[in-house]
């Protein structure tokens, strides 16, 4: 079984494997950074390389072939617990009743594994709670079990649950090993085309994945322009277009909306770009104008207005507010700050 590279992050992994070497891997790890950097997968492959059988050196594990790594990449080990959102409830969140259900897994004597793993993801998906139920778990936890936490938004979780972790925090991946990547998983594509998606995904592989998935590029293209267009159209139009993004089911509609607020976020980076007058490159540069536009009418207040918007519709997202809601809130407030320039 061969594995797929782990992109970028080596000083964060050397840390990790260095101090699973010495056997002082702290009980409790809080991997941050933005979602699709690669905080799961460094996550898994962690709790590979701590289980691995193989007589590799410790640098060179997980071997990707052992018992351990096999079951732990197919998720079916039992000594490594993933607790995230149920997608089935409609509430995308982690309930405190699955906090308890692990906490209680976590007390039994471990199958077969060296070390058991018990990896949240995402941590802001606990509401108070649930985040509180799993507290003196998380500062002594039974020997032999550790705690994987990930979070793409540090921010929104309890103090008291970061005062009890190891923070190891993972940036962005250089974007020609993104490209570099994209290219064998994509045979099919043209060069420019995973040149265009390394770069938009500002660092994050599973962000540039998505780009490539589907269309995703002609689609993030039709997704902005209908963005510019309904932010210029009288407010009764707003309500209309977030009702057709939000219809359905909300497995039907989320990945679109996600996308838009990766689009909106784009384009606030670039607008900030030109009114600090930096001459970084353009994510949207194919509508220079239109970001210089909204530089004009935004910088800097009205950037950093319209980014706490759009950060905090994510975050209603997350505990499932009205997807339609959330939108509204974050398109109206945008399209006051435009106005109001």
Avoid at 22 to 47: D, F, I, M, T, Y
Avoid at 136 to 147: Q, R
Avoid at 296 to 303: I, K
Avoid at 327 to 333: E, F, H, N, S, V
Wanted: glycine share 10%.
């Amino acid at each position: 079984m061969t594995l797929a590279p782990v992109l970028g992050h080596e000083t964060a992994r050397a840390r990790l494997w260095g101090a699973l070497e010495r056997g002082s891997l702290h009980h409790a790890l809080l991997l941050e950074g933005p979602r699709g950097v690669g905080k799961r997968l460094v996550a898994l492959r962690l709790a590979m390389a701590a289980n691995c059988t193989s007589e590799l050196p410790w640098s060179q594990r997980p071997c990707g072939s052992c018992g351990p790594c096999r079951q732990i990449a197919a998720g079916t080990h039992p000594d490594v617990i993933v607790m995230e959102p149920d997608t089935t409830r409609a509430a995308r969140t982690i309930p405190v009743e699955a906090v308890r259900e692990v906490i209680r897994q976590s007390q039994y004597h471990r199958y077969a594994a060296a070390h058991r793993f018990v990896i949240v993801d995402p941590a802001e998906a606990m509401q108070e709670p649930a985040a509180n139920a799993l507290l003196k778990t998380l500062e002594e936890p039974p020997a032999g079990t550790g705690f994987l936490v990930i979070s793409h938004n540090a921010k929104a979780l309890l103090p008291t649950i970061l005062s009890r972790c190891q923070r190891i925090r993972m940036g962005a991946v250089p974007v020609t090993d993104i490209e570099g990547w994209l290219g064998p998983l994509f045979p099919e594509s043209e060069p420019a085309e995973c040149a265009v998606a390394a770069r938009l995904s500002l660092g994050c592989p599973g962000r540039a994945h998505g780009w490539m998935t589907d269309d995703g590029l002609g689609a993030r293209r039709d997704l902005r322009q209908g963005l510019l267009q309904v932010l210029r159209a009288p407010l009764g139009d707003i309500y209309s277009y977030t009702g057709k993004l939000t219809s359905g089911g909300r497995q039907s509609w989320i990945v679109g909306v996600q996308r838009l607020l990766e689009i909106l976020e784009d384009l606030l980076r670039d607008a900030a770009i030109v009114g600090a007058g930096s001459d970084l490159p353009l994510l949207n540069g194919d509508d220079e104008d239109q970001v210089r536009r909204w530089a004009e009418r935004l910088w800097p207040e009205g950037l950093a207005r319209c980014a706490e918007a759009v950060q905090e519709c994510r975050d209603d997202l997350e505990v499932y507010v009205s997807g339609k809601t959330a939108l509204d809130a974050l398109l109206c407030t945008v399209r006051r700050e435009l106005a109001g320039g």
